[in-house]
């Protein structure tokens, strides 16, 4: 799109807003959370701005109406082509604009697309974009229609798709207790207690010596007893 023609479906943006109202809440006054279309005014500062004030909604608007991205997965792609570009919402702090998500939201008063925002801690919302049923931008709410506020410092969690699986659950992991090992019955020490004393090893079986013969020596004499009426007689020589 060029900057004239550009400029010229602002204009064009800017006498449709005008006449359009706000939303109505329940008790049929004015929705006090919906902020109108509007091509002027600054955008709120500090920490806990709403995730909006990161967002080009203005441009994004355009897209839809003047670009016919009608339908949430072009709308999501063209948000997408050069980051940066219509958003620097950077929730995870990696000094890169997180990817935005875009979903289809019912609504009575024409069309509604729910922008969000993807971290790698999950996936928020960011801003509730209202059109009428002919795609003229209403006005945004900055979070879930009709709900609170998503700020920088407190996002809201973005609900999960109709008919999206459900996460599967974590697995539940059941610790098995340790083996009981029967430990020895302790011994009981007595303080002041004399030692016990220690068990002798039993002895080794005694073994019966044997008697060496001693041999005869040539030329002994073998005594004889007093009194005896044998004579004393040589002791035999050895062969």
């Not at 509730?128 to 998503?150: I, K």
């Amino acid at each position: 799109m060029s900057e004239r023609p550009a400029r010229s479906a602002a204009f064009v943006l800017a006498g449709l807003v005008i006449a359009c109202g706000k939303p109505v809440d329940p008790s049929g006054n004015e929705d006090a959370t919906f902020t109108k279309a509007s091509m002027g005014g600054q955008a709120p500062t500090g920490d806990n701005r709403p995730l909006s004030a990161d967002l080009a909604v203005e441009p994004v608007s355009m897209l839809v109406t003047f670009n016919r991205l009608k339908s949430a997965d072009k709308l999501q792609e063209a948000l997408n082509k050069k980051p940066g570009q219509f958003s620097h919402i950077d929730l995870d702090k990696d000094a890169n604009p997180d990817p935005l998500t875009v979903a289809d939201r019912p609504s009575k008063d024409g069309h509604a697309f729910e922008i969000r925002v993807r971290p790698a801690t999950g996936e928020f919302v960011v801003a509730t974009m209202l059109f009428d049923p002919e795609w003229s931008y209403l006005g945004h709410y900055d979070g879930v229609m009709g709900g609170a506020a998503s700020t920088t410092a407190r996002p809201l969690p973005a609900a999960p798709l109709a008919g999206a699986p459900a996460p599967a659950p974590a697995p539940v992991v059941v610790a098995t207790p340790p083996a009981v090992v029967p430990s020895a019955a302790p011994t009981q020490v007595v303080v002041g207690a004399p030692a016990p004393a220690p068990t002798p090893a039993p002895a080794a079986p005694a073994v019966a010596a044997t008697p060496t013969p001693t041999p005869a020596v040539a030329g002994a004499v073998q005594a004889v007893p007093a009194g005896s009426p044998q004579p004393a007689a040589a002791a035999p020589t050895s062969p």
